[in-house]
Nanobody, 114 residues
Framework: QVQLVESGGGLVQPGGSLRLSCQAS????????MGWYRQASGKQLEFVAV???????NYIDSVKGRFTISRDNAKKTVYLKMNSLKPEDTAVYYC????????WGQGTQVTVSS
């Protein structure tokens, strides 16, 4: 049974930082490209970043230079380090493989506000 459990969200002031984690189980983690996605209130789910099984990364333009995605295959965990956070980064953040194949987890809320 596939499980994706996100954690690390919270309330942070503009310019602050957070590190999100996603613990995966139930599939061959090391063989999958993994991604982070987000959904702001009233908006559609949006791709944020992806890390390939070989470590190659890609980001949407709005987070380039601020966010860093990484993975630890031994721990079956994917991370998203977020720096210089902006109010427009406020959303529920989810992880999944690069195609959104698996059932979505509960997500972790990130709120950027002063």
């Amino acid at each position: 049974q596939v499980q994706l459990v996100e954690s690390g969200g919270g309330l942070v002031q503009p310019g602050g930082s957070l590190r999100l984690s996603c613990q995966a189980s139930g599939f061959i983690f090391s063989a999958n490209a993994m991604g982070w996605y987000r959904q702001a209130s009233g908006k559609q789910l949006e791709f944020v970043a992806v890390v390939g099984n070989g470590g190659h990364t890609n980001y949407i333009d709005s987070v380039k230079g601020r966010f860093t995605i990484s993975r630890d295959n031994a721990k079956k965990t994917v991370y998203l380090k977020m720096n210089s956070l902006k109010p427009e980064d406020t959303a529920v953040y989810y992880c999944n493989d690069a195609s959104g194949t698996y059932n979505w987890g509960q997500g972790t809320q990130v709120t950027v506000s002063s």
